[in-house]
């Protein structure tokens, strides 16, 4: 049983209710943006900012890519390898520093320093097979440029099937083929 003392709301205070209760939603809506669009703004400058720093650390500077190799032992990327760089200035014997000329063909500045690695038999056997060991051959040799930018030098065994195609040959060994000066 409902009491007889209840007031009946109005007309009045039904567009009360109704101004009141659609204020509160357009409120909780524009709460809501701010909300979803702070959310988007941080992600979005996260994502920025993690994009920055992967391609800073993933890529080499201009001057290792055109300076630093990778000489590997075999032609594979999981084969043994070191780092070898050419040098940017030349020591007199007085002491004094001139500036050599930029490397004009990087990937031949490249073989060229593994060719050094290879003739000093840097991945020959650990320890000497005779007094006098025989001198270290030095293979043909393939440069091929990492994802970093670094060139990358592989031997080439005579008759393998890429052993004349650097393209195909890099593509092999999962590189890009070095480009021409």
Do not use: K
């Not at 391609?55 to 070191?82: G, H, I, M």
């Amino acid at each position: 049983m409902v009491p007889s003392n209840l007031l009946t709301p109005t007309d009045d205070d039904f567009d009360r209710f109704e101004e009141r209760l659609l204020h509160t939603v357009e409120t909780q809506l524009v709460q809501r943006r701010r909300r979803h669009r702070g959310i988007v703004a941080a992600a979005t400058a996260l994502l920025v900012a993690g994009g920055g720093v992967t391609a800073w650390v993933t890529l080499a500077t201009p001057e290792l890519r055109s300076l630093s190799t990778y000489c590997y032992s075999e032609a594979s990327t999981d084969s043994a390898f070191t780092q070898v760089g050419s040098p940017t200035d030349r020591i007199a014997d007085d002491g004094t520093a001139t500036s050599l000329p930029p490397v004009a063909d990087p990937a031949a500045a490249a073989v060229s320093n593994c060719q050094a690695v290879w003739a000093i038999d840097f991945f020959g056997p650990a320890a000497p097979t005779s007094p006098a060991p025989p001198a270290p051959t030095v293979p043909a040799l393939q440069a091929c440029l990492r994802p970093d930018g670094v060139y990358a030098v592989f031997p080439v065994l005579p008759g393998a099937e890429t052993a004349d195609d650097p393209d195909a040959f890099c593509a092999a060994v999962g590189l890009q083929p070095p480009y021409a000066p």
